[in-house]
């Protein structure tokens, strides 16, 4: 009777999803790097098409194909292992990710797949929760799910292949920025490092609550507003960092000036960098950051956390600067931190100089 018992208590223990420990890494910070991706993709044969007008030649958020004389298909595909324990909240987590590298390029979603690789062992009904969680979010964008695939494996990973339309006239990509254009961050910065903190057992509830109500806020609402506005660029802030990120949009034609007082972060990001709560993930990007010693002139914290990966961050939108004040205006409405964090200048011997003052 003893040994019922103590099968019953373990089974109700599993079915609390408890499988963040039994991951390597999880979100956005599981990623390979921005470098060794790029080797890698450097040996796979290209395919060329007059309608395929993104492909992974360029670092692009998707990948975009030209369907008809006016309209083009949008592409994207993310999924990685659980940061966090709640199934609930781990599908719209991940769903909202996904959908991000859609509203960047400035499209609308229309179908979404699901992607599951999960553990035997554990309850489906877990899953349930998790595809429940996703759908809700995908919903909540315009879009639907229509089916998906799913996989026995020792971690769970959770993601979505995510279709949009688009004008093609209309494709905003993530590295034509025009000189003089001012780059808004539409969220915060710092969940990784909040997430590498919980891990720890050290993040307190209010830096939770902040860090998943970020993650899981769609860039739909920035991504509207931005349409009616001369943006030239536009990239969403993942597992990169921004710093990596901000380096693709740049390329060797431009450089972003950076008020590196105007960065919206999690307060509580910056007190578990400085008490060294960091990220793999964060070396990684570090280490594919070319310029990385340009980042020296800043507190030790703030590198920490230029090269934080994001886990559904943020837009970085590259706009007028007429039209600046206006946009952000509209986007703080539902996005309170986002702020003007820079501007585009022709190419100096850097792809990022960080400089105050530079918001004017």
């Not at 599993?14 to 450097?42: H, M, P, Q, R, V």
């Not at 998707?62 to 369907?67: F, L, P």
């Not at 003089?180 to 903190?197: N, Q, S, Y």
């Not at 590198?303 to 706009?319: K, M, N, R």
Request: charged share 20%; hydrophobic share 40%; net charge negative.
């Amino acid at each position: 009777m003893k040994n019922k018992m103590e099968n019953k208590t373990e089974n109700k223990n599993e079915n609390k999803f408890s499988i963040l420990s039994t991951c390597t890494d999880g979100g956005c910070g599981a990623k390979i790097s921005s470098g060794e991706l790029s080797a890698i993709l450097e040996q796979i044969p290209k395919t060329f098409s007059p309608d395929l007008l993104v492909g992974y030649n360029s670092s692009d958020d998707a990948a975009v194909y030209k369907i008809d004389e006016e309209n083009s298909l949008v592409s994207t595909v993310d999924f990685f292992s659980p940061m966090v324990d709640n199934p609930r909240v781990f599908g719209p987590i991940a769903a909202a990710n996904a959908l991000s590298h859609i509203f960047a390029m400035g499209a609308v979603p229309l179908l979404a797949l699901n992607l599951v690789c999960f553990p035997e062992k554990l309850s489906a009904s877990i899953l349930a929760e998790i595809l429940a969680g996703g759908a809700e979010k995908i919903a909540e964008a315009g879009a639907v799910v229509g089916g998906g695939h799913s996989i026995y494996d020792r971690e769970p990973k959770y993601g979505l292949a995510v279709n949009g339309i688009v004008k093609t006239k209309n494709i905003i990509r993530n590295n034509t920025p025009r000189t003089e254009h001012r780059l808004i961050l539409t969220k915060p910065l710092g969940v990784g490092i909040i997430m590498a903190a919980s891990r720890a057992a050290e993040a307190d509830s209010t830096a939770m609550g902040k860090a998943l109500a970020c993650m899981q806020r769609l860039n739909r609402s920035p991504a509207e507003k931005m349409l009616r506005y001369d943006v030239s660029a536009c990239t969403d802030i993942t597992g990169f960092g921004l710093l990596v990120h901000l380096s693709e949009m740049c390329g060797n034609n431009f450089t972003a000036i950076i008020d590196v007082d105007q960065i919206p972060v999690i307060p509580e990001a910056l007190r578990y960098a400085d008490e060294y709560l960091l990220t793999s993930a964060g070396q990684r990007n570090r280490n594919s950051f070319d310029q990385a010693e340009n980042v020296n002139c800043l507190s030790s914290a703030m590198q920490e956390i230029l090269f934080d990966p994001q886990t559904s961050g943020g837009l970085l939108i590259c706009v007028n600067a007429a039209q600046a004040e206006n946009l952000l205006e509209e986007i703080i409405n539902d996005d309170p931190y986002a702020k003007i964090i820079g501007r585009i200048v022709p190419r100096a011997d850097r792809a990022i100089v960080f400089d105050e003052g530079e918001r004017k």
